[in-house]
């Protein structure tokens, strides 16, 4: 496993924090009505992101659902551009014209952010075709959600990426919900992770809550792709905090469950492996925590104080 | 500093809410992410969390108040050696803007003129480049995909059969001998699941040519071509472009019933983002395959599986193309226009010879070779000068190309027209086998000369 330096730590610790806080800030501007439409959050997963960023090389390519918000922090982008985006200004990273649901950074090999369940997949499936293609040695991320494992185009993409050994590696993030339907009423088989098997294409199962499993396990896979071997497929057991999108109260689960994976909060395991190691002082993450909110506070004005696109920007983009 | 907690919007139709439960007590400290209290939206029960940090200075309102305004200050939060200040309430923002919904009619216009290149499309009988020797389309198709493919590695070509067996319809012949199996690709049956990877693939910046063995079966994979092909760039504020040619024979073949026979001209030209191409003949196919593969948009390339025998001169130059959005006057004529495209346009021609005889009309017959972007402009110039139009086409008649069409003519030379517009398509129903059905279902010569007539007032 990929060996982590005190630097590591601090990076994975604020990462995690930073979408946590994010995220909760978004919900306040949604609350203020200054976010429309629909908005998903990331809360409870964020160990999942974070886990795969620390094995990834910058030239990767990352494709996910709408559920992107961590996604792109993770990536290293900007939370105001990211903010200003769910508040539909000219300043947010698609202009205003995509919202919470379709982000997209091109310079940073971030392709979206994609509303439709499981569309994302055969696209992930592409960029790792070309990656292939002009035989660079990346691979693409695609990330696909416990819903999308019932969706037809999810299993015709597994198939041709196992018969033109793509280097794509799925990582399914199986919150246990696909909107208000669990796993169990929706998939009949609970293991997601062996629905390539038929195909040949290895995978496990890795905690979700602990990032240093994600870790492990992503390094491992990363390099089987990386190697030319095929796709590999992780389906990552999380969580999320909060209903499916901003309007969902999550009545379908029951509060117990809820604190249950609170207990084994992914930020929590973090911090007390970091003052475990003495890796920083209390005070320092102290530090860290107070920086984070100002720097997601400033986001959030920023966001709030951009300007909303221009009216003339209604017809540009539609063709190149 | 102290800040103020709002009543929360819970969902996008909420404008009150009721305070059923407070978790937090004045004097409690909280932090970013502690529950403070339970919400009754309009739709359900919800827990606020907190988002700043502080202590509860004050609880503006009491369990079981209802009513409560959205954005309303409901409690403070603070540092409690400072002075409450409780400040105004903000007026509630409007968010959403209300849309008008009609777009100022010279906006749009004027936005179409923007997306049409001004080249006129080369006319044959002017072009001093023609072969001597007549190919088939398919063969017109074939030639510009490997020359296309020779100048530019990141040209290559997947779809059902298109490599080993050389193409159901024989389009791709010999591309795999070649260019590799690396570059003209045999995929599963699998439509949705390839039209996505070949998506992937163009924003990450190849330029495939997806071969569907027929339009039909693009259903399969309407998704991708729609919500990501057509919307990426729009969505991405113009980041991520999708450069990539969908083709493929479109609408009827012969006795192949409903489910093979169906004309989705229409269905794609609906679509911002697409770009729709409808050639008829050898000599515009090349022209503009060679357009759409070069254009930096998703372009549905819409061929006709009877036309592919269909034989003619072509222009051989590696670099002869023909711009996408400009329709060409197959005959010029002066008292009534066709306007037609694809497989229809040699029965336009058909029907025009007869007419010319049987009834002495002298029909002007504008082929359109693409459909979107619409090349409006030689459609109006042509009702001007014959003040009569008729639409040709093989889809069905429900909004149809024709009836876009009619709209913009009535809209635009409403003064010029001396008769209503009338539209030929095919009938109302799903195709049927029966040769005999099938004859009735399309468009025929008679049809087209009925209708000529119609708007002639001949009877």
Redesign the interface.
């Known amino acids: 496993m990929k060996k982590l330096q005190k630097a590591d730590y601090i990076k994975m610790y604020s990462y995690m924090l930073k979408i ?2 994010f995220e ?2 978004a ?2 501007l ?5 976010i ?2 629909f908005c998903h959050l990331y809360i409870g997963q964020e160990a999942v992101v974070v886990g795969i960023l620390m094995t990834i090389d910058k030239n990767d ?1 990352v ?1 996910t659902t709408y559920r992107d918000h961590g996604h792109m922090i993770a990536r290293g982008l900007d939370p105001k551009r990211i903010m200003a985006e769910l508040t539909g200004r000219e300043d ?7 919202g919470s649901m ?5 310079e940073n090999n971030f ?6 369940v499981g ?1 994302q ?11 292939k ?1 002009n035989g660079e040695k990346n691979i693409c991320r695609t990330y696909i959600g416990d819903g999308a494992m019932n969706n ?2 999810v ?3 597994f ?2 990426a196992a ?2 050994k793509l280097p794509v590696l799925y990582i399914i993030e199986n919150n246990k919900y696909g909107m208000g339907t669990s796993v169990d009423r929706a998939a009949a088989g609970l293991d997601l992770y062996k629905r390539g098997e038929a195909f040949g294409i290895p995978g496990e199962k890795v905690d979700g809550m602990n990032i240093f499993s994600i870790i492990e396990a992503a390094d491992k896979a990363g390099k089987y792709v990386r190697e030319g071997n095929g796709p590999y497929i992780i389906e990552v057991q999380t969580y999320r905090y909060r ?1 499916h999108s ?2 969902d ?1 999550a ?1 379908y689960r029951t509060k117990e469950e809820l604190d249950n994976y609170k207990q084994t909060d992914p930020i929590e395991i973090v911090k007390a492996e970091i003052l475990k190691k003495k890796i920083a002082t209390n005070d320092e993450i102290e530090k860290i925590n107070k920086d984070t ?1 100002e720097e997601i ?1 400033n986001a959030a004005e920023f966001a709030i104080n951009s300007p909303f696109p221009k009216d003339s920007e209604l ?6 | 500093m102290s800040t103020e907690i ?7 139709t909420m404008t009150e809410g009721n305070l059923s439960k407070w978790l937090i007590k004045k004097g409690d400290t909280v932090k ?2 502690d529950l403070i209290a339970e919400i009754e ?1 309009d ?4 827990e ?2 907190a ?3 502080g202590v509860v200075l004050d609880l503006l309102f009491k369990e079981g108040e209802t009513n409560i305004p ?2 309303k200050a409901i409690a403070i939060i603070g540092d409690p050696n400072e002075k409450i200040e409780v400040k105004k309430q903000a007026p ?2 409007k ?2 803007e209300e849309k008008k919904v009609e777009q100022n009619i010279e ?1 749009k216009i004027e ?1 179409k003129k923007d ?1 049409i290149i001004d080249t006129p499309s080369p006319k044959i009988e002017e072009d001093t480049n023609l072969s001597s020797a007549e190919i088939t389309m398919r063969q017109a198709l074939r030639d510009t995909m490997a020359e296309e493919m020779r100048k530019d590695n990141t040209v ?1 070509i997947l779809g059902e059969e298109v490599a080993e067996y050389q193409g159901a319809y024989k389009v791709t012949q010999d591309l795999l001998q070649e260019f590799g199996k ?1 570059r003209v ?1 045999d ?2 049956i ?1 439509e ?15 330029r495939p040519i997806l071969e569907f063995m027929t339009f039909n079966f693009s259903m399969q994979a309407i ?2 071509i729609i ?2 092909a057509a919307k ?10 999708c450069p990539i040619v969908f083709r493929g024979p479109n609408g009827a073949a012969a006795q192949v019933a409903a489910q093979h026979s169906q004309d989705f001209s229409s269905w794609y030209s609906q679509v ?2 697409l ?1 729709v191409i409808a050639p008829s003949t050898p000599y515009n196919a090349k022209g503009l395959l060679r357009s759409a593969i070069l254009d ?2 998703p372009v549905i390339f819409l061929e006709n599986e009877i036309l592919y025998g269909l034989k003619g001169p072509v222009n051989n130059d590696v670099n002869f193309s023909i711009p996408i959005g400009k329709a060409n006057i197959e005959k010029e004529g002066k008292d009534l226009t066709i306007v037609t495209y694809s497989i229809m346009l040699q029965k336009s021609k058909e029907a025009a010879l007869r007419l010319k005889e049987e009834y002495k009309l002298d029909a002007e017959i504008i082929d359109l070779q693409t459909l979107r972007p619409l090349d409006t402009e030689t459609i109006l110039n042509s009702v001007i000068k014959t003040n009569r139009l008729i639409t040709v086409e093989e889809s069905w008649p429900f909004g149809s190309v024709g009836s876009e069409i009619a709209n913009i003519v009535q809209r635009d030379a409403f003064d010029y027209l001396d008769s209503p517009v009338i539209k030929v398509n095919s009938a109302d129903v799903p195709m049927p086998y029966s040769i005999s059905l099938e004859k009735l279902y399309l468009p025929q010569v008679d049809d087209i000369i009925n209708a000529a007539k119609k708007v002639s007032y001949i009877k």
């Open positions: 946590r806080r909760e800030r919900a306040q949604y609350g203020m009505g200054k429309g439409g390519s494709v947010g990273y698609s202009a205003g014209k995509g379709h982000m997209f950074s091109k392709y979206g952010g994609h509303g439709i569309a997949v055969p696209i992930g499936t592409g960029i790792a075709f070309t990656h293609y037809g185009q299993f015709e993409a198939n041709i018969l033109w209903g901003m309007s109260p009545k909110l506070k017809y540009t983009d539609v063709y190149l | 709002l009543m929360p919007a819970l969902s996008p970013a992410g939206t739709k359900a029960t919800m606020v969390e988002v700043d940090e959205v954005n509630v923002e968010v959403i906006t936005n997306d290559f690396e690709l995929t599963p699998s949705h699941g390839f039209t996505g990877l070949a998506v992937g693939a163009a924003f990450k910046g190849l998704d991708q919500n990501s990426t760039l729009y969505m991405s504020g113009g980041q991520i472009n911002p983002g770009k930096p948009n």
